[in-house]
């Protein structure tokens, strides 16, 4: 799609008083929790969403955009491929910008080559080889070192901080929905059909109860996060510009750009047992990159910046961003693109990781929790939901 991306507009309003009985209460008003929403709103349902700031604020909005659908594996791929189309529906019904463009790994080393000749071998046609020359034409110079690379051509890019706004906007214009901001929710109690939900201002009755808080499971279910075994990792990214121009929308027009670091992130290139070489490779030769976990990506915006991210160290935590991790980004993100970059904006994020890609739990009827443990919940959220919403709707 290819219409320009809207400035981000004022949150949706706060009513006074909250709706006294819904069909469904959503908690959180992050991609996870508008994707249950917008599902249960196209099922009929009554839905009101309750987000405890003024405006969604969590790992949603601090993410890089990047709507990672081809390099997903098992379930995660079933709900990417689901997800894939929602976005694209819902750009044209909010009216914000979906880029179909792709996204392209760039591999400096043969070994990063072995495990994409792997992939696209295994999904014919979702992935592409790319030669030199051909990743080329998405940097804006290429060194020496770069040997090739691969197109994952079903992946996506949204602005997050566009996007998630804009649903959130779009689903409250729907019939029986709205949003409701500054608003936490203290408690769900059960009751027979129906739960009791403490908010801050005041209770709701609500048939279903979706908690979809993110990593904050575990300071309202303790024992659900305990049992999943969810914890809490802080990430580091940034906002760049250059080497293009304000205007230019980046480089590759809206290709995200993934460093040689993907093949050890992404579940559908680890399945390369090739990837275990890359790993001690990168050990021996960039140890300060492996200790950061660093999943190199480059998201170009409609005004020509770039997201760029992520990293985290061991035992990292809020409110204290590791300078050291954003020189790392940069150096890795100006090899990545092929020139200079300005930070213009740098911000931590904290985001749910568990064993399981997918924490989906029912501790009590009627309430729903759903967490995403992996980085991927803005490639997957709008599969899943349907998935866990079978049943209760
Ligand atoms: C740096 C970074 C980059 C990432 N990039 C990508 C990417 O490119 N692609 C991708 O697919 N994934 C990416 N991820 C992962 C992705 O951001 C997460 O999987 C996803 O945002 C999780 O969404 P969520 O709705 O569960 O959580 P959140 O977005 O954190 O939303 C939870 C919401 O619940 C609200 N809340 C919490 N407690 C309460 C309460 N008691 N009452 C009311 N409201 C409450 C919070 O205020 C928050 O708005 C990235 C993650 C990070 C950290």
């Known amino acids: 799609m290819s219409r320009r991306s809207l400035p981000p507009r004022a949150p949706s309003t706060r009513p006074a008083t909250l709706a006294h009985d819904v069909d469904v209460l959503v908690v959180g008003a992050g991609i996870v929790g508008l994707a249950h929403a917008v599902e249960a709103s196209a099922r009929g349902a009554s839905v009101v969403v309750v987000e405890r700031d003024d405006r969604a604020l969590g790992a949603s909005v601090r993410s890089l955009g990047h709507v990672a659908v081809t390099a997903q594996d098992g379930p995660a791929l079933a709900c990417a491929l689901v997800t894939r189309d929602k976005w694209i529906a819902l750009g044209r019904q909010a009216g914000f910008d979906v880029s179909e463009a792709g996204s392209v790994v760039v591999a400096r080393a043969e070994d990063e080559l072995a495990v994409l000749e792997d992939f696209v071998c295994a999904r014919d046609g979702a992935a592409h080889l790319l030669d030199r020359a051909g990743v080329a034409r998405h940097l804006r110079s290429v060194d020496d070192d770069v040997v090739g690379g691969a197109l994952l051509a079903t ?29 936490s929710v203290l408690g769900v109690e059960p009751g027979s059909g129906r739960s009791l939900v403490r908010t801050s201002r005041g209770d709701v009755i609500a048939r279903t109860v979706v908690l979809a808080v993110g990593a904050d499971v575990d300071r309202l279910l303790p024992a659900v996060a305990e049992a999943h075994g969810l914890t809490r990792r802080t990430r580091q990214a940034l906002r760049v510009t250059g080497p293009t121009a304000p205007g230019e929308r980046g480089a590759g027009g809206g290709t995200v750009l993934l460093g040689g670091t993907a093949v050890l992130h992404h579940a559908g290139l680890t399945r390369s047992p090739q990837h275990k070489e890359v790993r001690e490779r990168l050990e021996r030769e960039q140890p300060e990159v492996v200790a950061a976990e660093v999943n190199l990506r480059a998201t170009p915006l409609a005004d020509g910046s770039l997201l760029l991210g992520d990293a985290g160290a061991q035992g990292g935590a809020l409110p204290f961003r590791a300078e050291a991790l954003d020189e790392l980004l940069l150096r890795e993100g100006e090899r990545l693109v092929g020139g200079p970059l300005r930070v213009v904006e740098r911000w931590a994020a904290v985001e749910a990781t568990a064993p399981e890609p997918f924490v989906v739990a029912r501790p009590q009827r009627g309430l729903l929790v759903v967490t995403v443990g992996a980085p991927i919940g803005l490639s997957t959220a709008f599969g899943l939901a349907p998935r866990t919403l079978d049943g209760l709707l």
């Open 155 to 183: 992946d996506l890019r949204v602005d997050p901080r566009v996007a998630v706004p804009e649903i959130a906007r779009w689903l409250s214009a729907q019939p029986r929905a709205a949003v409701v901001t500054g608003t």
